[in-house]
């Protein structure tokens, strides 16, 4: 039996404080993981070059390499082009179209990072959804579960996966092929669909829409003033309008009556569309006015403003061809995150008007101003679509009404295409070394001008890379002062000495899935695996099928709306917490019965 | 037209002055009156709504947040009165309870320890050392009371437009100034001022409502529109917005109503 030696005590000190930190997010996860590598050697319980040693793994050069190469697809609009073909065969009905673009989304997802792939789905779904009028959340949810099951396809499918070979060699374990895992991804993604397909109906929201239906009459005012934005009406203040009262400002009516003017005309000939908060309004004014039918007629009645039978003024300038609402969802990743709508300024950058906010299922409307904006929150935009154009780089939204067409380098097409079965035939004819082979990749398509070096830079996400680089001492710290096996032979201890092996990979998978759902992915990943080959060594388990169980299983992230894939589709789907818990819940389960089942029948 | 709060310990004449005030402005006075229209609207005893604003809050208090809620049906009753204005309250806290609003001329008086101690021998027939203690203890009381529920000290003249030591300028005296200031500019309540007084008693009434469903709910109004901000569980949230629906047909003046949960970041998966 391992002895409790001061190091340990220290290790177990430093794994709790992760834990506890990621829990209650006083600092953001890669903050923790920065943390983790500066106090670990300083406590020496890693060399100071161990510290460091995650920025030249093999996991952290992958993830760069993965994540240039699925932006430099991104550029292409090769991916955009698989959409019309696969919608093609899907055909009409609800289940097919699950069915072909979960399949899509899944392979897409297993050489990018799921997240990723979930973006670039979002608007071909919504306009799936719109032309052949099937709800969204009866799409999204699906199609979010497969991107996130597709990552279990390879071995750069998701960041656990990739990590998962540098965390083997401490062990001097052999590490796994790119499609080593293969087969049970194939059969997770396979369960997922057919999940959907056959239970989705039940388990999905939507579906239900005669509850709705139901709710009372006397409770219909309030849903009208709460589910619904209402529409544009076009109004006139009179010619006495301002004699004996005090100004009227444009905010002032948005306060008052949660109404947007969204263009003015004064006269003589002065037209302003998306005209200032401040601006006061004059006699004789048009107006165009986004609000419910209620607020309107409660504002014409209170402030004297007439109602327009007929569009007049605005009627070409705001017409559907030039003007219209999109709803833009919050990208991952944007620069909008943990900014109120004040400090985002949308309409003084980009001349829009929010008119309200969908989140958790809810929709809000009053003072917006005030809404700190989080990944997935999808905001109703009104604008000129010239205007609303601006907004479609992606940087900061992700519009699920695309509004003509994209800036991408469609000619580059077949070159992003070319370097990425480059790669890949580096991984599997010549097996060279993962991060080499995908670096050859993405360099290949800098060097052939799919994307700028900058625009690659500027794709990686240095929360991640950090997070990665900054939790690896704190496995090879798990591992190097004996706490994993310390853990390991307590908990086994406990058990009772033998375990069958088949209860083991089960426990493990339910506590990987535990510690996903609670700490980030990669947290989950550092802090079990050395845990778990220790345990699978003294239990006389196979240690690199417990690893991968890990590595598999903190993808089983359904459950809660945590997972940014989740975040992101929460929004646009109208999705509530419960959601996810029914849908997602069940599919969890499912995850670790299939996982298991397969690692037991073809992997042992 | 304007709305005075009189706020006093023990034998400052504060109730003297009050209705000096009252009479002399043509107002109404109020202070038990609030109490009664609370424990008649939300069926609680008044002598459970008196140890709510007089005590501070006990442990059990603290767990159940059961002082908050008694707080928030008398903060309701007295809005209720404040909004039609031209009233003078000298009932306890009336400072802390409409201290959102800027025009409510908000007077602390003040009297000497000495005067007090006398008044408390006469009526309690008491020799001067217990009756020292008396009022002590009872200004303590009142001090943790304010620090606890609100986290601002009573003896903290910045709460305050106007002190008043009663022992030198005396009931008459301060009937006088109290008036002249309640006719300043900065104490009318103009229909703009109406509006905000109007608005905080509608949150206050959509608060008292929901209390029993979630003790830290929070609401807000602007011009009729209100918000309601809670921190607990999708479960109970649902609950919450099944409760609007009915509100908004009980409680008038309520234009719109939103329901804002607990914000749920996502993790930091990579």
Known sequence: ?604 | MAVITISRGSYSKGKEVAEGVASKLGYMCISREVLLEASDHFNIPEIKLVRAIHDAPSILDRVTHGKEAYIAYIQSALLEFAKKGEIVYHGLAGHILLREIPQVLKVRIIANLDSRVVAEMEREKTIKKEARSLILKDDQERRKWTKRLYGVDPWDASLYDLLICIDKIKVHGAIDIICQAASYEAFKITKKNQQQLSDLALACQVKSKLLDLDSKVAVTAEFGNVIVRTKTDDRKARKLEENLRVLVKEIEGIHNIELRTREMRPSADA
């Not at chain 1, 670039?120 to 099951?149: E, T, Y």
């Not at chain 1, 300038?317 to 003007?323: C, F, I, N, R, V």
């Not at chain 1, 359904?558 to 999705?575: D, I, R, S």
Request: proline share 4%; glycine share 6%.
């Open chain 1, 1 to 604: 039996m391992e002895q409790l030696t001061t190091e340990i005590i220290l290790v177990l000190c430093m794994i709790c404080l992760a834990i506890f930190l990621f829990i209650v997010e006083w600092v953001r996860v890669d903050v923790v993981a920065i943390l983790m590598m500066v106090i670990l050697p300083l406590l020496h319980l890693v060399t100071p070059k161990e510290a460091f040693v995650g920025f030249s793994s093999n996991a952290v050069i992958s993830i760069i390499a993965v994540i240039i190469i699925g932006a430099g697809l991104d550029k292409t609009g090769i991916i955009n082009r698989l959409v019309t073909p696969v919608l093609k065969i899907a055909g009409n009905s609800s289940s097919r179209i699950v069915i072909a673009i979960s399949l899509t989304v899944a392979g897409i997802s297993s050489f990018m990072q799921n997240i990723g792939a979930a973006a670039l789905f979002l608007p071909a779904i919504q306009r799936v959804s719109k032309r052949l009028k099937i709800p969204l959340s009866q799409l999204l949810m699906p199609i979010g579960f497969s991107a996130i099951l597709g990552g279990t396809l390879t071995l750069v499918g998701c960041s656990p996966l990739i990590l998962l070979n540098d965390l083997l060699a401490a062990f001097n374990l052999p590490p796994f092929q790119l499609f080593d895992v293969t087969p049970i991804g194939f059969f997770l993604v396979l369960s997922g669909i057919a999940y959907f397909v056959i239970f989705g109906r039940f388990v999905l929201p939507g579906a239900t829409s005669q509850q709705e239906e139901q709710l009372s009459e006397d409770t219909k005012d309030l849903d009208d003033s709460y589910a619904d934005v209402g529409k544009l009406h076009e109004l006139r203040t009179p010619d006495n309008f301002t004699h004996y009262r005090e100004p009227l400002t444009i905010e002032e009516l948005r306060i008052k009556y949660l109404v947007h003017v969204v263009a003015l005309s004064e006269p003589p000939h002065l037209t302003i569309s998306n005209p200032s908060p401040e601006k006061e309004i004059r006699d004789n004014t048009d107006l165009a006015v986004y609000g419910t039918e209620k607020n309107i007629n409660r504002m014409a009645e209170e402030e004297e403003i007439i109602i327009k039978e007929t569009w007049e003024t605005f009627k070409e300038t705001l017409s559907e061809e030039s003007a219209g609402t999109v709803e833009a969802v919050v990208a991952p990743r944007s620069e909008l995150t943990g900014k109120n709508l004040r400090e985002t300024n949308l309409h003084d950058r980009f001349g829009v008007t929010p008119l309200a906010i969908y989140r958790h299922g809810r929709m809000l409307k009053m003072d917006l101003a005030d809404v700190t904006l989080g990944v997935g929150d999808a905001i109703l935009l009104h604008g000129t679509w010239k205007r609303l154009k601006a907004l479609q780089d992606g940087r900061f939204f992700i519009l699920t009404t695309p509004i003509d067409v994209e800036e991408t380098k469609p000619e580059k097409a077949l070159f992003a295409a070319l370097w990425l079965t480059v790669a890949l035939v580096m991984i599997l004819v010549f097996k060279i070394q993962l991060s080499v082979c995908l670096m050859t990749g993405a360099l290949g398509m800098i060097l052939t001008r799919v994307l700028t070096i900058d625009e690659a830079y500027q794709s990686v996400d240095w929360r991640t890379i950090f997070l990665l680089a900054g939790l690896i001492p704190l496995g090879i710290a798990t591992e190097k002062t004996g706490t994993a096996a310390w853990i390991a032979h307590q908990v086994l201890g406990a058990l009772g000495g033998s375990v069958p092996t088949i209860v083991l990979l089960t426990v493990i998978g339910i506590l990987s899935t535990i510690f996903t759902l609670v700490i980030s992915n990669v947290g989950a990943t550092v802090l079990l695996v050395p845990l778990v080959v220790n345990m699978a060594l003294a239990a006389g388990t196979d240690p690199r099928m417990a690893a991968l169980i890990v590595g598999l299983a903190t993808s089983n992230s359904f459950m809660l709306p945590t997972h940014q894939v989740n975040a992101l589709y929460m929004g646009p789907g109208h999705y509530r917490s419960v959601d996810f818990m029914k849908a997602g819940g069940i599919l969890s389960i499912i995850f670790i019965i299939v996982m298991i089942t397969t690692i037991y029948l073809f992997y042992l």
